[in-house]
């Protein structure tokens, strides 16, 4: 094992401050190759000549209460197969990704993941670039979020 490897567990909190998400639970899915977002009320329209997506997510699965409004550019629009095999025209946006004290820019595909237990999976490529092992023994390697501070995390990161 070399310094630069960073173990994380199977299921992680993660930040994605760029979109205004203080903490979103993932889990770490070396079987998705790209990772994905839970969002709804997904548009795209453009500003500045570029193509922008806009869209809402739920981060806190028991919480719904609490809805993030995001904005991202368009990166790509892919067709992906989900563990189902059912395929889907999905956009790509990315973001800056924090886990625990490593950040890293992370491509996300936007899809509704209302009926999924996390509503954040980090793929492969986000796992390689990261150079991350994962311990599947291991949960919240990182720390985990406080669900009751949620909202002073919204206050703060939004300052």
């Known amino acids: 094992m070399t310094n630069d490897t960073r173990?994380?567990?199977w299921r992680e909190w993660v930040r994605l401050p760029a979109l205004g998400i203080p903490a979103i639970k993932a889990k770490v899915d070396t079987g998705a190759k790209t990772s994905s977002l839970h969002a709804f009320e997904v548009n795209l329209t453009e500003s500045g000549g570029r193509e922008v997506v806009t869209f809402k997510?739920?981060?806190l699965r028991k919480r719904r209460d609490v809805v993030i409004e995001c904005r991202a550019p368009l990166v790509d629009r892919r067709v992906v197969r989900d563990s189902g095999g059912?395929?889907?025209e999905r956009f790509v946006v990315t973001s800056?990704?924090?886990l625990g004290p490593f950040e890293l820019e992370t491509e996300f595909t936007l899809t509704s993941r209302?009926?999924?237990i996390f509503p954040m999976l980090?793929?492969?490529r986000a796992i390689s670039a990261g150079n991350m092992l994962v311990d599947v023994n291991r949960s919240?390697?990182?720390g985990r979020a406080k669900i009751r501070d949620y909202d002073r995390m919204l206050l703060e990161?939004?300052?």
Do not use: K, S
């Open 157 to 159: 990161l939004n300052q």
């Open 122 to 124: 980090l793929g492969r």
């Open 57 to 59: 997510i739920h981060p």
């Open 86 to 88: 059912h395929t889907e």
């Open 96 to 98: 800056l990704m924090t």
């Open 114 to 116: 209302d009926d999924m």
């Open 140 to 142: 919240y390697v990182h």
């Open 7 to 9: 173990i994380v567990g």
